[in-house]
């Protein structure tokens, strides 16, 4: 009998917090004896210990410059194989102080709401913390007497950041320097939801009492033609982690919550699903053929939708009946009264409800 291989097992790669610790630590050992190392073991900000390569080098006696290639792992991202670069400069006399500056590619904070200092570098605290963790390892009786400064740039980044959130969270000029542990894990989700987070509490931070919270670019850009009054902070796409934004809405104390949907991630809504994602649960068809034998379809028309696996099935057959709206309407307000069950008093809610072209069909508002 042939023999079925194993599953591959997905590769890990590194965040560019890490990449730039380790760019740190190889120029750092420059300093300290006139050459910077081909590879470095640097240690992780979840407190591993990993080899780089290093892949360009120079070093002064006072100046110091290493690079190490991102590798994003078996889930390359926009800034797989960026070029993470850091110049280290020794700073007389001042005794154990680290600077961190940006370079071409390293954005700059625009913006409140990401706890790092508005026009300062986007180099974010735990990415902050393992370079300085890294430099007081190998140059602890350096720093003794002298400080260091962290200039860390990224050639193309202004580019790899159009990939980004990074314009829409106020970081301008290029990528951000991000990790909370130095892994980054194939196929994670957790820098997504981050994201989500981060996008509603630059909202905040900057004035606003509404977000607008979208599954995608389709009803993000239907909600901005439908809400041309809020500025582009307003406008979050939280993706499927609807969960995570009410949260995070409630936190930063929004007043209200837009939602901006088509029937399918609407209908997971409805039944009670706050991660929409397509493998978390099936549709409930169920809640769908209710819905339109309370508005007067056929039996047999609702055991149809019932049977069915789409809820774009239930509007297509309901628009037949010429109650598409009077469908989209009802699911909106259902959507409603799901969401304030489970967040009750916490915000005043908006339904928007396109079809598949990005055209409104109904709204729906809470009381």
Known sequence: MEKIPAKKRLRTGFSTGACSAAAARAAALGLLHGAVPSQVECLLANGQRVVF????????????????????????????????????????????RIEFHNGAGVGVVTKPGLGLEVGGPAINPVPRKNIAENLREVAGELLEHHGLS????????????????????????????LGTTGIVKPYSTSAFRASVVQGIQVAAKTGNDTVVLTTGGRTEKFTMQELPHLNDTCFVQ???????????????????????????????????????????????????????????????????????????????????????????????????????????????????????????IAEAVSQ
């Open 53 to 96: 390569a290093i892949h360009d080098s120079s070093c002064s006696a006072t100046e110091a410059h290493a690079v190490v290639v991102k590798d994003a792992g078996d889930d390359p991202d926009a800034t797989h194989g960026a070029h993470m670069t850091v110049q280290l400069k020794i700073l007389p006399d001042a005794a154990e």
């Open 150 to 177: 962290v200039t860390i740039s990224v050639p193309g980044g202004e580019e790899m950041a159009k990939k980004t959130t990074n314009a829409r969270l106020g970081i301008l000029g290029g990528i951000s320097i």
């Open 238 to 360: 939280m993706g499927d982690f609807l969960r995570y934004a009410l949260d995070a809405a409630v936190k930063c104390k929004i007043r209200e919550v837009v939602i901006g949907g088509m029937v399918g991630k609407l209908t997971k809504i409805a039944q009670g699903e706050t991660i929409t994602h397509a493998g978390r649960a099936e549709v409930d068809t169920g809640l769908l053929a209710d819905i339109c034998a309370s508005l007067g379809a056929p039996d047999a028309m609702c055991a149809a939708i019932r049977d069915n696996e789409t809820a774009r099935f239930a509007g297509e057959q309901m628009a037949s009946l010429h109650l598409s709206y009077e469908f989209h309407l009802a699911l909106a307000e259902k959507v409603i009264a799901t969401l304030l069950a489970r967040y009750p008093n916490k915000f005043q809610l908006r339904v928007l409800v396109c079809d598949f072209d990005g055209k409104k």
